[in-house]
């Protein structure tokens, strides 16, 4: 999880994008060290549903306008309705039948989402949203559990990279999805982070999380990796340079249940354990 001294080091040169003299990008508040759900969780899309950007809206960027789904489906690449396209597919057993499951990532392609830019950033900025999709086996078909456009968050800022830089993965009953934040403009800090989820009591539940982070000014990085099942969390704080990172620090996260990816909300902004500086 922890960057490459390459790729780290990387980030220090121009060619990797220097931000403005603006401040540090906020990051997401963290809060206490036990993850608490948020007081009103999104619920998932049971229906169509229109979700508006919000008031700070400079560039006009239209509301998302999300599809019905159908509950149950047989064939997982005629799921995408018009103006939408799988963007990505993956299989693999969720729920421990033997049976592979799928999950798909839909986003929307329709060009009125796609909005000018006169900032920093591009010029054309496209705000297409996706859905996060898990379809689980049963009797040749698939019962559709998760339809979730909150975990991976729409696209509103034109100075950050897609957070999305590759698939979801399968592997031994978890799904594993990777985002990415890197700002071309108004701040020094990257992050790169992988949550873990398995099928659990009726609902997708987070069971890990790993986070790697570079201060491009500083070169000082930390690496935290959170097992919700032990409540184990390891810490490493170092610099790109170092010969030798530290030893690990480890520490115990209160008793807590699994939060559901409803209650996660926006993967991006999900920091679960408070920072100790």
């Known amino acids: 999880m922890k960057p490459s001294l390459a790729t780290a080091a990387c980030l220090l040169l121009a060619t990797c994008g220097q931000p403005t003299d603006a401040p540090d990008a906020p990051r997401a508040p963290a809060p206490s060290s036990a993850p608490q759900a948020p007081a009103s969780p999104t619920p998932p899309i049971s229906a169509g549903a229109v979700v508006p950007v919000g008031d700070d809206n400079p560039l006009g960027v239209p509301p998302a306008v999300y599809p019905p789904l159908p509950s149950r489906f047989s064939d997982p690449a005629a799921l995408a309705p018009e103006g939408w396209r799988i963007e990505h597919r993956v299989a693999g057993d969720l729920n421990g039948d033997d049976v592979a499951d799928v999950v798909l990532v839909l986003k929307q392609h329709d060009p009125a989402n796609r909005v000018r830019n006169d900032g920093f950033g591009a010029d054309t900025l496209d705000t297409n949203p996706r859905l996060l999709i898990v379809g689980l086996?049963?009797?040749?078909?698939?019962?559709?559990?998760?339809?979730?456009?909150?975990?991976?968050?729409?696209?509103?800022?034109?100075?950050?990279?897609?957070?999305?830089?590759?698939?979801?993965?399968?592997?031994?009953?978890?799904?594993?999805?990777?985002?990415?934040?890197?700002?071309?403009?108004?701040?020094?800090?990257?992050?790169?982070?992988?949550?873990?989820?398995?099928?659990?009591?009726?609902?997708?539940?987070?069971?890990?999380?790993?986070y790697a982070e570079v201060s491009r000014n500083t070169g000082a990085t930390l690496d935290r990796s959170v097992n919700f099942l032990t409540r184990r969390v390891s810490t490493v704080r170092s610099t790109i340079d170092a010969d030798k990172d530290p030893p690990a620090v480890w520490s115990t996260l209160p008793a807590g249940p699994l939060l559901t990816i409803e209650q996660v909300g926006n993967g991006l902004e999900y920091y679960p354990v408070e920072d100790d500086d």
């Not at 968050?153 to 985002?179: F, H, K, M, Q, W």
């Not at 398995?198 to 890990?208: E, F, H, S, T, V």
């Open 137 to 210: 086996a049963r009797d040749g078909g698939y019962d559709l559990v998760v339809r979730n456009h909150t975990f991976i968050p729409r696209p509103l800022e034109p100075a950050l990279e897609d957070v999305l830089e590759s698939a979801p993965e399968i592997r031994n009953g978890t799904l594993s999805i990777p985002l990415h934040y890197f700002a071309s403009a108004g701040g020094w800090t990257m992050w790169n982070s992988v949550s873990r989820f398995r099928w659990r009591d009726g609902a997708l539940r987070l069971i890990g999380h790993d």
